[in-house]
């Protein structure tokens, strides 16, 4: 039974919502500096001013327009969490396929791995790597990628093995079939979906993560995301001033919007992936 | 129905036990080694990651005595035995800017976190419970549609800025509820200090309610689907029995297993959650004593913190996991 | 029946001479004064910094901490509110001629909280104490000795003329009782035992980052204090401190309120009390790596920071440039030939070009053979202004062909960096080649402090964190502190501030104005001490 457990009508309208929602999202994050009114680090009016015809959200702190910055904080936490989840769902799914594959000792190394990461609470560990490692986006995206490939590596593992003792796939062998061309003809195909699937529910994780690192300092303040101007909103008085309905609900909606938009996508991706394999993917 | 003997329960139940209980000690034993090693690999100086940046303005002597006994000059081996033999005592370390031991900072504030943690899984377990065995009995497409896009909204939103939103209005605006701490500065005693307790933990608690009724809510809402059209369910409809019979003394129970199981499972999430939502509300749980100790370079407390948490995580877990075959009236058939 | 009213006037009598044998009750106004202010029975001051136990081994921060520390403990003498000494527990003080010995002597019945006189004993058991568990505020390395020939005399004997003595010791150094501390082998380590000492207030409670408790001194030598408690929470966030006085769950913070709050707090009941403040951020510069060898390149990065922009935009005003003869332009003795910054892209352009930098590859960042100019700009996190204005010098450095990378660290580790690459003293060697750096309003109190900043020696020079090297400078900063004639010894600050001004090893950025909010109604008698904060124990003590 699928996540949800809801019809096959409220999966697909949810999900073309999210995808719709999404390819907004991707546009500007890809488009946004020409849609955007100012420049995201330009200095375009005086600080704290309230929004206006010029500026609609206002402007910041140091004066840069703040509907510009959401815009151009598209293209970092995007950035940022598909990246992350791309790296954590490749590695999560090469240990997958390795461990299911070739089982035994490895198997058994790579699954207390997993089971290891899946129990850590995350945040913790977010911090533990985060402290030792320097700022910056890179580290930034390593740390969340560190945390988050478990889940796919368990999900991709017990696929595998599954699939070992499929009929056709036992045939291949009888027939001689050898690791890579299994691989390639067999486990890819029916991987692939699953990883798919996996990696729109780790972007939402990802994505809602590097905003926290941001809000609670461990992130790069200098990196225009939205979590970081929630903490320079939080910093600079926002709340006593009245300006955090410009200036912190708008880049928490954002945030929100996407994430949601991601997992509704997963919504109808999980069905799909349910129903091609014709049993639940989940251990 | 023939029912399982109650030998046989039994034995189940130590086998369990004795399959779980090895591996969940395993990772326990993964987490205190990473805890051991991750000083030894990261870059930096030796004497700041094993003892704090603080340890660096000690005087020479005592610096050289206490990598002494952390045992720096000895082999790695040596070294691994006499920290897990600490661990084993209770021993996580000494911190050099609070120069209070590990332990006991960590005691301190593991209370409340665990208080904050509890009751937000309490109520959102209660509330996300009821809220889907509602929207199951009363199923229409439209609602279903509506339920599931506002309950996934809501676990999309960042805690802290749900946090920071509740913060503004209840306690600057509204003014009715705190707007930092665990407890006010001013002693009280005995049911005035439960009541101030209490006070400061409804926002925080609120927030974590907030972002994580929806997980519950979804998954209650699956469960009882799923239940609702088990055979047992049908025939019960069958006798003729109430929809809210059925609901409570059938289908609830049935699927009451993946429900706590779930809970239970989602204590780590929870807990990662509390460690940022504490920081909004000034809250003197382990997680901003994570922070100040991320902030501070003082990786002693940072680490020993972690260490604590995943001990409580890891054991609420295992329970959720022993747990599984009593709760599911099918698995004792 | 009679038995009854004999009872009743027994009780009376019992009663009345109850009444007659109460001591003090509470609105009695202090001995000597007038008029009557109305006593304040609680105050809530919240703190922003994690204070530790106010012992002056374990205090932690300039302001609020040694401003709290002082509440428990007294110094010699006291500074006004215009940063002018004035005798405290000392009646008088006065130097011999040569410079040499100081004569101090004491009021008569001061006490410390437990009851146990104070005498000269203490002051001479304070200057020995420190002397062997020495703290960088207090350097006490010319006093020779202390004598005390009766109890309310101490002299202090100098191996040199010391100009600085009446501020640092006289008006700084705590004095302790030798009859608690003579026993006490570390003092790093009194983390939990409460101070004694001689103040208006007795530290009464103390939970590490949670609360600290004062309660009045009623028998203090100055009079009693007109709060009669003063709790002081802590409030981890500076947000939270603020929105917690505007909501009332606090009556003052410690931390000072950025800019864009002020008109907030100066409605409803709140007001606030400020003025220029010392604390300063400094551009810091490794003197020791290259290109920040060269005064030039230092001084083409002074004249491409545009210090006027940023007071401006990130402090919307409320501020004061730096000077590039790094003392602040309000004190006494700063060269007014070297107070102004001057904000000069094309003379930093022809500067780098002189040393031989060009942009060859058009990438808007110079180079010479295959070294880039490109850095990390260190900054502590926590403070939002000073990361604007870390960007905003980023900015404006690059248009002349210096590329800064903003690096946010938090406060520990950026501090920890910002050393040069050799140890000074007890302090280990740092890590940075530029970097932003923050200074409490003591330095720029005394000016024997440019002696720490710049000093060469790295047992005068505690707190040369540029690894500044220039014997001329070093010789002026040892006969200015011995220089007793207040006008021979601004001249020589004077020259002082020119080579620095020259040589640049530090650049004073900008002065954020100090702007304290506080509830009228709980205590409105806050004065602002120079370029410090308003928490002074003289606020806090009825006016004679």
């Given amino acids: 039974m699928s996540k949800a457990g809801s019809g096959r009508r409220t999966n697909r309208t949810l999900a073309i919502v999210g995808a719709v929602m999404l390819t907004l999202f991707g546009l500007l994050a890809v488009f946004g500096s020409a849609i955007a009114p100012y420049d995201a680090g330009e200095r375009a009016g005086r600080p704290f001013l309230e929004p206006s015809r010029d500026h609609l959200l206002g402007t910041d702190d140091v004066g840069h327009d703040i509907l510009s910055e959401l815009i151009g904080g598209a293209r970092v936490s995007l950035l940022i969490g598909v990246t992350a989840a791309a790296i954590s769902v490749v590695v999560g799914g090469l240990v997958g396929v390795s461990s299911g594959y070739r089982r035994g000792a490895v198997d058994a190394v790579l699954m207390r791995a997993v089971d290891f990461a899946l129990v850590v609470p995350t945040i913790p560990l977010l911090i533990v790597v985060a402290t030792y490692l320097e700022r910056g986006m890179r580290s930034q995206i390593l740390v969340v990628a560190v945390v988050l490939w478990a889940q796919p590596a368990r999900i991709v593992r017990s696929q595998v093995l599954s699939l070992r003792e499929r009929t056709h796939v036992l045939a291949a062998r009888t027939y001689g079939a050898r690791g890579p061309y299994l691989v390639r003809r067999h486990v890819v195909p029916a991987v692939t979906p699953l990883l798919i699937a996996e990696f729109v529910r780790v972007v939402s994780i990802a994505i809602l993560f590097e905003v926290a690192l941001s809000f609670i300092g461990l992130g790069d303040p200098v990196r225009r995301s939205w979590g970081s101007m929630i903490q320079f909103a939080t910093d600079r008085g926002a709340f006593l001033t009245g300006a955090w309905k410009w200036w912190i609900l708008p880049p928490g909606l954002c945030i929100a919007v996407v994430v949601c938009s991601f997992a509704f996508v997963g919504l109808g991706l999980e069905e799909r992936v349910d129903r091609r394999l014709g049993r639940s993917a989940t251990t | ?333 | 029946m009679r038995r009854k009213l004999i009872a009743l006037f027994m009780g009376l009598g019992l009663v009345a001479a109850a009444c007659a044998s109460d001591d003090k009750p509470i609105e009695q106004p202090a001995p000597g004064v007038t008029t009557t202010i109305p006593q304040v029975a609680t105050l809530r001051f919240a703190n922003t910094t994690g204070e530790k136990n106010i012992t002056p081994w374990t205090q932690g921060s300039g302001y609020p901490g040694y401003y709290m520390m002082t509440l428990v403990y007294d110094t010699l003498a006291w500074l006004d509110p215009d940063g002018k000494p004035q005798p405290w527990l000392a009646r008088e003080y006065s130097a011999d001629p040569a410079g040499l010995r100081w004569t101090v002597r004491l009021h008569e019945g001061v006490a410390f909280h437990d009851g146990r006189p104070l005498t000269s004993a203490d002051v001479k058991f304070t200057v020995e104490y420190l002397q062997k568990n020495a703290r960088p505020r207090w350097v006490l390395t010319n006093v020779d000795r202390v004598e005390t020939p009766d109890p309310l005399t101490a002299i202090f004997v100098l191996k040199q003329p010391q100009a600085s003595f009446v501020l640092n010791p006289l008006a700084d150094l705590p004095i302790i009782p030798q009859h608690v501390w003579s026993s006490i082998e570390r003092p790093l380590e009194q983390t939990t035992q409460l101070p004694i000492g001689s103040g208006p207030y007795r530290l009464v409670e103390y939970a590490e980052n949670q609360v600290h408790r004062f309660q009045a001194n009623e028998s203090y030598i100055k009079g009693r204090p007109i709060v009669n408690e003063i709790v002081m929470p802590y409030i981890a966030t500076t947000q939270a401190a603020f929105t917690a006085v505007q909501s009332g769950q606090a009556d003052a913070v410690s931390a000072s309120l950025t800019p864009e709050l002020k008109p907030q707090f100066n409605q409803g009941g709140l007001k606030t009390a400020g003025g220029a403040g010392y604390r300063g951020w400094y551009l810091y510069m490794n003197t020791g790596r290259p290109p920040f060898d060269k005064p030039e390149f230092r001084q083409a990065m002074a004249a491409a920071t545009n210090s006027a922009d940023i007071v401006a935009t990130a402090l919307l005003g409320a501020g004061a440039t730096g000077s590039p003869g790094f003392v602040h332009r309000a004190a006494p003795w700063s060269n007014p030939a070297t107070r102004d910054s001057r904000f000069d892209l094309n003379r930093a352009r022809s500067l780098l070009d002189g040393l031989g930098y060009r942009d060859t590859n058009n990438d808007g960042v110079r180079e010479m053979d295959s070294n880039r100019l490109e850095f990390d700009l260190l900054v502590r996190n926590n403070d939002a202004v000073a990361v604007r204005a870390a960007e905003l010098i980023s900015q404006s450095v690059g248009q002349a062909g210096v590329k800064l990378n903003v690096t946010a660290l938090d406060q520990t580790t950026a501090g920890a960096r910002t050393w040069p690459d050799y140890a000074i003293g007890a302090t280990p060697r740092g890590d940075y080649t530029i970097a932003m750096f923050s200074w409490a309003a003591a330095v720029q109190q005394d000016p024997d402090f440019l002696r720490s900043m710049f000093h060469s020696s790295t047992t005068l020079g505690t707190l040369n964190r540029a690894g500044y090297k220039n014997t001329q400078y070093d010789e002026l900063s040892d006969q200015q502190s011995k220089a007793v004639d207040e006008a021979s010894r601004n001249r020589i600050l004077a020259q002082m501030q020119e080579i620095l001004a020259r040589d640049m090893p530090a650049y004073p950025v900008f002065y954020p104005e100090d702007i304290f909010p506080y509830r009228v109604s709980a205590f409105d008698r806050w004065v602002y001490y120079q370029g410090v904060g308003i928490l002074n124990k003289a606020t806090l003590l009825a006016p004679r």
Avoid: C
């Fill in chain 2, 1 to 333: 129905m023939a029912d399982v003997p109650a030998g046989r329960r039994r034995h189940r139940v130590l086998r369990r036990l004795a399959v779980r209980v090895p591996q969940y000690v395993l990772i326990v034993l993964v987490a205190a080694s990473a805890n051991f090693a991750l000083p030894r690999l990261m870059p930096g100086e030796p004497v700041e990651l094993l003892l704090g940046e603080m340890a660096n303005r000690l005087p020479a002597e005592t610096v050289a005595q206490e990598l002494a006994d952390v045992g720096l000059d000895q082999p790695l081996l040596v070294q691994y035995g006499r920290y897990m033999a600490g661990l084993a005592r209770g021993d996580l370390g000494y911190s050099f800017r609070h120069r209070r031991p590990v332990s006991t900072l960590v005691a301190e504030r593991l209370p409340w976190t665990i208080l904050l943690v509890g009751t937000a899984l309490l109520i959102s377990t209660i509330l996300g419970v009821a809220l889907a065995a509602f929207a199951v009995w009363r199923r229409g497409r439209r609602r279903d549609t509506a339920s599931i896009a506002l309950f996934t909204f809501l676990e999309s939103t960042p805690p802290f800025w749900i946090g920071l939103l509740l913060l503004i209005w209840f306690a600057a605006n509204l003014k009715v509820l705190p707007l930092y701490g665990t407890v006010s500065v001013d002693a009280t005693t005995g049911l005035a200090r439960v009541g101030d307790i209490l006070l400061h933990l409804v926002l925080p608690a609120a927030t974590l309610v907030l972002t994580s009724v929806g997980a519950v809510f979804l998954l209650a809402r699956a469960s009882l689907l799923g239940v609702v059209r088990e055979d047992y369910v049908l025939v019960a409809r069958a006798k003729g029995l109430r929809e809210r019979s059925v609901a409570f003394r059938h289908a609830l129970p049935a699927a009451s297993l993946p429900i706590a199981t779930s809970v239970l499972l989602r204590v780590g999430a929870l807990a990662g959650g509390a460690v940022i939502v504490e920081r909004v509300f000034s809250y003197r749980g382990i997680g901003t004593l994570m922070l100040e100790a991320s902030f501070g370079r003082d990786f002693p407390l940072l680490q020993g913190g972690v260490f604590v948490l995943t001990l409580v995580v890891v054991g609420v877990n295992l329970v959720g996991d022993l747990l599984y075959p009593r709760l599911d009236p099918r698995v004792r058939r």
